[in-house]
């Protein structure tokens, strides 16, 4: 099956500062999705990225997909303490929509 | 927006009994349900693909006569961990696909922590 690989797997950055978490996969994905995990909650669906190229903003988030649909990345301008938790990257396949997960960044904003 | 509702949120049973978990869209109705199991501070590892009417899809590795799995209607799976044991112990999380009208969008359930003692 598809794998993803997601880096790094922690971070830990100063409140203000941005923060990036990158997904790379051997083979082309049909489409990637983000999702984030608050600390003891579940994932929450971010956004999902089905075009080559494709950039898309959520206030200071903004997902790219890559010209090869290969990788994915998820940034964030100057974060925020609410901006804590566990970002996952998610690739979808086949007809039934199974998802396969990166192992997840962790970011954690020292204020 | 779409909620999907899993219950219970926390569970702790005796080893070797065996613990239902259900798993529920509230305002959509769901032909696929997706298990997962998370370990703390890891990612969501797939256990099995629920199809309503059918047999599920387990992923390689995962028992299925261990984690039995039940889609009996569009709104409703449930997960049966049997005989269970300490090492079962896990967060075990449902989500569920929307259909086209909602751009496929899967859901996820709050959870469930089980805990085996």
């Known amino acids: 099956g598809q794998q993803v690989m997601q880096i790094p797997q922690y971070q830990h950055v100063q409140e203000g500062e941005d923060f990036t978490t990158y997904c790379n996969s051997s083979t082309t994905l049909s489409n990637i999705q983000w999702y984030k995990q608050r600390p003891g909650g579940h994932p929450v669906f971010l956004i999902q990225l089905v075009k080559s190229g494709e950039v898309k903003k959520q206030k200071r988030l903004t997902f790219q997909f890559g010209e090869a649909k290969k990788n994915s990345s998820l940034h964030i301008t100057a974060t925020q303490t609410t901006d804590v938790g566990t970002y996952f990257c998610a690739a979808s396949g086949g007809s039934n929509y199974k998802l396969t997960f990166g192992k997840g960044t962790l970011l954690t904003v020292n204020p | 927006g779409a909620v999907v509702s899993q219950h219970p949120s926390r569970v702790i049973c005796k080893s070797g009994t065996s613990v239902k978990i259900e798993c529920r869209s509230l305002?959509?109705?769901?032909?696929?349900m997706f298990w997962y199991r998370q370990f703390p501070k890891k990612s969501l590892m797939l256990m099995a693909t629920?199809?309503?009417?059918?047999?599920?899809?387990?992923e390689q590795g995962v028992e299925k006569d261990k984690f039995l799995i039940n889609h009996a209607s569009l709104t409703l799976s449930t997960l049966t961990v049997t005989s269970a044991h300490p090492e079962d112990s896990s967060f075990y999380i449902c989500?569920?696909?929307?259909?086209?009208?909602?751009?496929?969008?899967?859901?996820f359930g709050e959870g469930s922590w089980l805990t085996v003692v």
């Open positions: 989500s569920a696909r929307a259909g086209q009208g909602r751009g496929n969008t899967i859901y």
């Open positions: 305002d959509f109705q769901a032909t696929t």
């Open positions: 629920s199809n309503e009417g059918s047999k599920a899809t387990y």
